[in-house]
């Protein structure tokens, strides 16, 4: 069974840094692209991240490029997000996601992955 767990939320000021990891068990972390999304209250789930399984293709939603960065360690079996340059509109809970099978493409849709974490929120201060 896939068990996906998020860690490093918390409060921090606009402008500034925080690092969100996400650890797996269950399956061949390597096999499978990793996303990250995030949803606010009364929001669906947004696009943020998301890497393939050897980590050499990323893919960033247009609100966070330039500023979060995905990556991946498989032999610990455990996606990044950093996430520089906080703006209060980052506010949300995000979450990490295993993509439901294996595939070349990488892609943004919420329903191409299968296992999610429980997030963990992530406060931006003005």
């Known amino acids: 069974q896939v068990q996906l767990a998020e860690s490093g939320g918390g409060l921090a000021q606009a402008g500034g840094s925080l690092r969100l990891a996400c650890a797996a068990s269950g399956r061949t972390f390597s096999n499978y692209h990793m996303g990250w999304f995030r949803q606010t209250s009364g929001q669906g789930r947004e696009f943020v991240a998301a890497?393939?399984?050897?980590?050499?293709?990323?893919k960033y939603a247009d609100s966070v490029a330039g500023r979060f960065t995905v990556s991946r360690d498989n032999a610990n079996k455990t996606a990044y997000l950093q996430m520089n340059s906080l703006k209060p509109e980052d506010t949300a809970v995000y979450y990490c996601?295993?993509?439901?099978?294996?595939?070349?493409?990488?892609?943004?849709?919420?329903?191409?992955?299968?296992?999610w974490g429980p997030g963990t929120q992530v406060t931006v201060s003005s």
């Open positions: 996601a295993s993509r439901s099978s294996v595939s070349i493409y990488i892609t943004t849709d919420v329903s191409s992955y299968g296992y």
């Open positions: 890497i393939t399984g050897s980590g050499g293709r990323t």
